[in-house]
């Protein structure tokens, strides 16, 4: 080697000693804020309904084809779906984990095992619950749609008290609260398309399918019941609901008031689960309601009750909503339709009719 070889390859050792080490990647994973659980909880349930909605709606191919396209050109303007690789509390773990291995087995056409369904159960308490606590009012900005305006951050859960008096104020503004909501999922721009792509999914969409719509609502599990023409929502007269009427005719007199006493409680205690703003004045509403519905089933004969049980159990929860215009339903038909992550799902729909 000779002296300049010699001098190259000195350099280049001190040159590779000294030269500083690549930053290590950081093994501690990112914690995701308030605000982030609270878009990626709303996410996951949103996603699952509209799974069970794709699902319920018999598309053929040819509508399967356009809604996908939609959903694509929705892909590239709304706001993308968390990845969930960010550290979360361990409730909010829960429930991640709990929704995302629903979603999988929706996805795969596979019913909801009683202990899946029992975990989804679990996990949509504690949801509703976080959701409950943290619930604040405060005067709202017009231009402030973030979760945060109306859920104060909780560092711990336990320590809030449900506070009646923001459930009634939040109530009064409902439509602003409408609107956070959407554009939670969707952001600002998203938000906007959907009323351009709403038309455009309203005429895909045949009119049997539209008027299921009207009576849908946010569903993580669909009812077992595959032939029921509401089976991707919540039906009107649900098969519990008929079930649990059933029970209440058979318990004996002396029983009675303890059971009825269970049972109102039990049933508002579930209505939280399922309604996180449920206020109060709510619920003694709806204790009332199923009270007077229940005694009216016991004093009925069995004829009657058969030709009358259905009716029944819609008097527990009536639904009074006054008819949606053509706008605000097709916004509805795409907010469900179009989500970020669809396109998926319609790609297997094509591909699983051209197999057939």
């Given at each position: 080697m000779n002296g300049k070889?010699?001098?190259?390859?000195?350099?280049?050792?001190?040159?590779?000693?000294?030269?500083?080490?690549?930053?290590?990647?950081?093994?501690?994973?990112?914690?995701?804020?308030?605000?982030?659980?609270?878009?990626?909880?709303?996410y996951l349930l949103i996603y699952a309904s509209s799974i069970n909605v794709i699902?319920?709606?018999?598309?053929?191919?040819?509508?399967?084809?356009?809604?996908?396209?939609?959903?694509r050109q929705m892909e590239k303007v709304c706001q993308p779906p968390t990845d969930f690789s960010k550290k979360v509390p361990p409730d909010v773990e829960q429930v991640r984990r709990t929704?995302?291995?629903?979603?999988?087995?929706?996805?795969?056409g596979r019913p909801a095992s009683?202990?899946?369904?029992?975990?989804?159960?679990?996990?949509?308490?504690?949801?509703?619950?976080?959701?409950?606590?943290?619930?604040?009012?405060r005067p709202l900005s017009s231009s402030d749609l973030s979760c945060v305006a109306c859920h104060?951050?909780?560092?711990?859960?336990a320590d809030r008290q449900e506070r009646s008096e923001d459930l009634r104020c939040l109530g009064q503004h409902k439509q602003h609260v409408d609107r956070a909501h959407v554009v939670m999922i969707y952001g600002k721009r998203g938000a906007q398309e959907l009323a351009r792509l709403g038309r455009e999914v309203d005429?895909?969409?045949?009119?049997?399918?539209?008027?299921?719509?009207?009576?849908?609502?946010?569903?993580?599990?669909?009812?077992?019941?595959?032939?029921?023409?509401?089976?991707?929502?919540?039906?009107?007269?649900?098969?519990?609901?008929?079930?649990?009427?059933?029970?209440?005719?058979?318990?004996?007199?002396?029983?009675?008031?303890?059971?009825?006493?269970?049972?109102?409680?039990?049933?508002?205690?579930?209505?939280?689960?399922?309604?996180?703003?449920l206020t109060e004045d709510d619920a003694n509403r709806l204790?009332?309601?199923?009270?007077?519905?229940?005694?009216?089933?016991?004093?009925?004969?069995?004829?009657?009750?058969?030709?009358r049980k259905y009716d029944l159990c819609k008097q527990i929860n009536p639904q009074v909503l006054p008819a949606a215009s053509p706008i605000v339903r097709s916004y509805k038909f795409a907010y469900f339709l179009l989500l970020p992550g669809t396109v998926e799902l319609y790609d297997r729909l094509v591909k699983g009719n051209s197999d057939d």
């Open positions: 070889s010699a001098a190259t390859l000195w350099l280049l050792t001190v040159t590779l000693s000294v030269a500083p080490a690549a930053p290590a990647r950081s093994l501690v994973q990112e914690a995701a804020s308030w605000e982030e659980q609270l878009h990626e909880m709303g699902n319920g709606l018999n598309l053929t191919t040819e509508q399967a084809e356009g809604l996908g396209d939609l959903a929704y995302l291995d629903l979603i999988e087995t929706l996805k795969d009683d202990a899946l369904r029992e975990r989804v159960y679990r996990a949509r308490e504690i949801e509703s619950r976080l959701i409950r606590k943290s619930l604040q009012y104060a951050p909780l560092t711990n859960a005429g895909i969409l045949n009119k049997s399918q539209k008027a299921i719509f009207d009576d849908f609502s946010c569903c993580l599990i669909p009812p077992e019941d595959l032939s029921d023409p509401v089976r991707i929502g919540q039906a009107e007269a649900p098969r519990n609901l008929v079930d649990m009427l059933e029970r209440v005719r058979s318990v004996p007199d002396d029983y009675w008031p303890t059971a009825r006493r269970r049972l109102l409680e039990r049933f508002v205690e579930i209505e939280h689960v399922k309604r996180p703003d204790r009332r309601r199923l009270e007077d519905v229940m005694t009216t089933a016991r004093e009925l004969s069995d004829v009657d009750f058969e030709l």
